[in-house]
Nanobody, 130 residues
Framework: QPQLAESGGGSVQSGGSLTLSCQAS??????????MGWFRQVSGKERESIAG???????RYAPSVKGRFTISQDNIKNTLTLQMNSLKPEDTAMYYCGADDMCSGSCSCTMIVRKPFPYWGHGTQVTVPS
């Protein structure tokens, strides 16, 4: 089972920036069969998949973050990064790094069909006070 660990959350003023990082087990990188991504969840609400990188490098964003957030990966360090700019109070949530092997490396299962990531880390809290 993939091992994922997020870091980098915190509290930032509206309009500010944060960078989240995810350390993934080495097994996952170099494998075209995995989608890697980020999702967030507010207590009492459904999870929202917000960004993903397909096994072939295709990048997808949810409309709610497109143009503000940037996902990237470092295959040497086995890390996944989410750069978040122009943060808004509605971005406040617990953010999770996820891995998905349901769609042969495509993030379409999580980003389009909106199935939950089958693997995820412990999460990191992001708070943007209103």
């Amino acid at each position: 089972q993939p091992q994922l660990a997020e870091s980098g959350g915190g509290s930032v003023q509206s309009g500010g920036s944060l960078t989240l990082s995810c350390q993934a087990s080495a097994l996952m990188y170099g494998r075209l069969s995995y989608c890697m991504g980020w999702f967030r969840q507010v207590s009492g609400k459904e999870r929202e998949s917000i960004a993903g990188i397909d096994g072939d490098g295709t990048i997808r964003y949810a409309p709610s973050v497109k143009g503000r957030f940037t996902i990237s990966q470092d295959n040497i360090k086995n890390t996944l990064t989410l750069q978040m700019n122009s943060l808004k109070p509605e971005d406040t949530a617990m953010y999770y790094c996820g891995a998905d092997d349901m769609c042969s490396g495509s993030c379409s299962c999580t980003m389009i069909v909106r199935k939950p990531f089958p693997y995820w880390g412990h999460g990191t809290q992001v708070t943007v006070p209103s």
